[in-house]
């Protein structure tokens, strides 16, 4: 059983999941994260599962942890390295990944959209850091992955001032792939995983890997890389259905071998 902190959808071959903490903005506690990680284990594995939309409930997408439940519970290591673990599986997710950011999401809320791969955003959307605001810094990652998406300069004026920005400001550093009008954001979204569904799924998950592994690597090496894999992917059903579908001029049917 999912709790009711974290609402599950399985939707032509997308898994929604929706944080459903809408009193606390969708800030994360131990339950949340627990309830999180069990569902992208679960979709790991599902081969129905061709890509994955992370929202919010009500005005916020996330708030970050929850910091009164971590005072009562003094389990603030614990919950981090559990956070952490499960942003890291977030992140390594063998699928496309969507964050629809749907309102604030501030500290480990952007902790969690730097660890998906696509972003979209509300016009009304908002984000920012917001860990100087508490005396706090990053502990969910943000100090790492930030400067490598926006660059160093545009993440330490997040992390410096605290303050949040709206989701247009962040178009350009290249966080948010595109904002949309509220009343849109679901419509586009839907369109946008559908479209990513038709694709193979081994090619998604290929593309992946070489994007992730690519940036840990100097170019010779990532290059390198690349070709390596292309090697192995001649030889897929995937590749050769999609070279026989383009010359039959028929859509394909991928199979993700």
Not at 90 to 106: C, D, I, Q, S, W
Not at 217 to 227: F, I, K, M, N, T
Not at 229 to 244: F, V
């Amino acid at each position: 059983m999912v709790p009711d902190c974290l609402l599950v959808e399985r939707r032509e071959g997308t898994l929604w999941l929706r944080l459903n903490r809408p009193d606390a903005l969708n800030a994360l506690d131990g339950a949340l994260v627990a309830a999180l990680d069990a569902a992208l284990v679960s979709a790991e594995d599902d081969a129905s599962v061709q890509s994955v939309v992370i929202t919010g409930s009500g005005r916020a997408f996330c708030a970050g942890a929850d910091l009164k439940a971590l005072q009562a519970e003094g389990q603030t290591d614990n919950f981090l390295a559990r956070l952490n673990a499960t942003f890291n599986r977030l992140e390594r997710l063998p699928k496309p990944v969507v964050a629809m950011v749907n309102g604030l999401a501030l500290a480990g809320g952007l902790e969690l959209i730097l660890c998906c791969d696509l972003v979209l955003a509300a016009h009304s959307a908002r984000l920012g850091d917001g860990h100087a605001n508490h005396g706090l810094i990053p502990g969910a990652g943000a100090s790492a992955r930030l400067p490598r998406v926006v660059g160093p300069n545009r993440a330490k004026h997040l992390f410096f001032t605290g303050e949040t920005v709206p989701a247009e400001a962040l178009v350009g550093p290249g966080l948010v792939n595109e904002v949309v009008e509220d009343t849109q954001l679901l419509a586009v979204t839907a369109r946008l995983v559908a479209g990513i569904n038709a694709k193979s799924p081994l090619g998604l998950r290929r593309m992946k890997a070489l994007v992730h592994d690519g940036l840990q690597r100097p170019l010779d090496a990532a290059l390198q890389l690349e070709a390596e894999t292309l090697r192995a992917h001649q030889s897929s059903h995937d590749m050769r259905e999609g070279l026989a579908a383009f010359q039959a001029k028929r859509p394909p049917r991928f199979t993700g071998r």
